[in-house]
């Protein structure tokens, strides 16, 4: 009896270990992977490329390329196994001339988006911190 009491303690702190060791599921996974992260791009960038305030932006722009780009990044950023291939925040935004308002609307437009696809709250203020440092690098006027 006491070997069965014993053999049954040790299953049950080894299935404790293995529970109390499993990692958090990523931001990529919460978020809802590629297909969230790709909606998202999709939807943030038509909006903001017909907007009057930051359609300037994107003239000249080939809106598929740009899409997959920023899926890919956001991908990356939120742990991913994606690869971005694109330049720097700094170097793709240098001529730009992109103001604090156009890039706020572009937060904003995200925030909505994030919001309309049922991204939880969490994952949505953790991606914004992610890309907030980004500012520096994207605000050029």
Not at 31 to 52: A, E, Y
Request: net charge positive; charged share 25%.
């Amino acid at each position: 009896m006491r070997h069965f009491l014993v053999t049954g303690l040790i299953l049950m702190c080894v299935g404790c270990a293995n529970v109390q060791q499993s990692p958090e599921a990523s931001l990529y996974q919460r978020i809802g992977g590629k297909p969230m992260l790709t909606r998202l791009s999709n939807q943030t960038l038509d909006i903001v490329s017909k907007d009057p305030r930051t359609s300037h932006s994107f003239e000249g722009v080939k809106m598929s390329t740009l899409k997959q780009s920023l899926a890919d990044f956001l991908c990356v950023k939120t742990g991913g196994d994606c690869i971005y291939e694109g330049e720097t925040m700094k170097n793709a935004h240098k001529e730009s001339q992109i103001s604090m308002a156009e890039y706020e609307i572009m937060v904003d437009v995200l925030r909505q988006r994030m919001d309309q696809n049922g991204v939880g709250t969490s994952e949505k203020n953790q991606l914004l911190k992610i890309l907030a440092p980004m500012k520096r690098d994207v605000v050029t006027r």
